[in-house]
T-cell receptor, first 114, second 115 residues
Framework: LAKTTQPISMDSYEGQEVNITCSHN???????ITWYQQFPSQGPRFIIQ???TKVTNEVASLFIPADRKSSTLSLPRVSLSDTAVYYC???????????????FGKGTKLSVIP | DTAVSQTPKYLVTQMGNDKSIKCEQN?????MYWYKQDSKKFLKIMFS???????INETVPNRFSPKSPDKAHLNLHINSLELGDSAVYFC??????????????FGPGTRLTVL
């Protein structure tokens, strides 16, 4: 399981676009990149997943450069309700016990300011 | 209609006790997981389990054991509770094994406090 590095925290004003970057220099060929969102006192919630280039859904976009050593989660026009912790997870579908050492990391705490 | 449910939501107990947390999913998924989130907010996977394979994080003490009576349930048993076991425990499920590549659905969590 690839180790990921994200900023610990970010602040943004309402209505702005927010980009959160995750570094994963040792990503493997079969690894996917997945982002989760977690609100206080709740379990994480899946946001988006990608393998390469760009993926977009109704809530976010995920940009992945050609070398796949990083990825950027883009949240368009954030609102106060987007205040949460965002986790980047990189791995494949065949994780063995040894890969469970690193999981969701610390995530990025996004604070949206009125 | 809750997809993944856990009981209890809060659990307060004394050191040395044995306790269980129950998890049920109604999504028809074939893989379930247990996670531990400590006070620093690290979310660490403890187990993944489907009807074919139990994968254990080797850092998890053997006082923790998952038990699955059927495909929709994965309970977590903890023996001889210690102070360091205090955390929020999340159950999750996915269709397909491999927690990093398959969308997971998480339960609301169980906050365990060991006194």
């Amino acid at each position: 399981l690839a180790k990921t590095t994200q900023p610990i925290s970010m602040d943004s004003y309402e209505g702005q676009e927010v980009n959160i970057t995750c570094s994963h220099n040792n990503i493997a060929t079969n690894d996917y990149i997945t982002w989760y969102q977690q609100f206080p006192s709740q379990g994480p919630r899946f946001i988006i997943q990608g393998y390469k280039t760009k993926v977009t859904n109704e809530v976010a976009s995920l940009f992945i450069p050609a070398d796949r050593k990083s990825s950027t989660l883009s949240l368009p026009r954030v609102s106060l309700s987007d205040t949460a912790v965002y986790y980047c997870l990189v791995g494949d579908g065949h994780s063995g016990a040894g890969s469970y050492q690193l999981t969701f990391g610390k995530g990025t705490k996004l604070s949206v300011i009125p | 209609d809750t997809a993944v449910s856990q009981t209890p939501k809060y659990l307060v107990t004394q050191m040395g006790n044995d306790k269980s947390i129950k998890c049920e999913q109604n999504l028809g998924h074939d893989t379930m997981y247990w996670y531990k989130q400590d006070s620093k907010k690290f979310l660490k996977i403890m187990f993944s389990y489907n009807n074919k394979e139990l994968i254990i994080n080797e850092t998890v003490p053997n006082r923790f054991s998952p038990k699955s009576p059927d495909k929709a349930h994965l309970n977590l048993h903890i023996n001889s509770l210690e102070l360091g076991d205090s955390a929020v425990y999340f159950c999750a499920s996915s269709q397909g094994a491999g927690f990093a590549a398959n969308e997971q659905f998480f339960g609301p969590g169980t906050r365990l406090t060991v006194l």
